[in-house]
């Protein structure tokens, strides 16, 4: 499975963006999908995941209320749409299939990664 995530820029405090991951492959819906985060100097945080149907999904506290994880498995993507953006939501953001048993919330669960999107937000 290859991932590419889009959608990244800069965005004033309090604005929205919407990241899109594409995935190759026809095994994208039997994945579960997540979104994870890098910030300058910081380590690698969850952000949000979705099971293979859409029905169940997971956020960080720190995101919860304001970002909502989907999936259009038809067209092998998932979104993430970014609402509130505040200036510690600036971060490189990462896409991934969840590969491994275990938590949701950890990264070592995830096997394929994409090369991820930079979201800027200004205060």
């Known amino acids: 499975v290859q991932l590419q995530a889009s959608g990244g820029g800069l965005v004033q405090a309090g604005g929205s963006l919407r990241l899109s991951c594409a995935a190759s492959g026809r095994t994208f819906s039997t994945y579960t999908m997540g979104w994870f985060r890098q910030a300058p100097g910081n380590e690698r945080e969850f952000v949000a995941a979705i099971d293979r149907s859409g029905g169940s999904t997971y956020y960080a506290d720190s995101v919860k209320g304001r970002f909502t994880i989907s999936r259009d498995n038809a067209k092998n993507t998932v979104y993430l749409q970014m609402n509130s953006l505040k200036p510690e939501d600036l971060a490189v953001y990462f896409c991934?299939?969840?590969?491994?048993?275990?938590?949701?919330?950890?990264?070592?669960?995830?096997?394929?990664w994409g090369q991820g999107t930079q979201v800027t937000v200004s205060s």
């Open positions: 991934a299939c969840k590969m491994y048993s275990g938590s949701y919330f950890q990264g070592e669960n995830y096997g394929y």
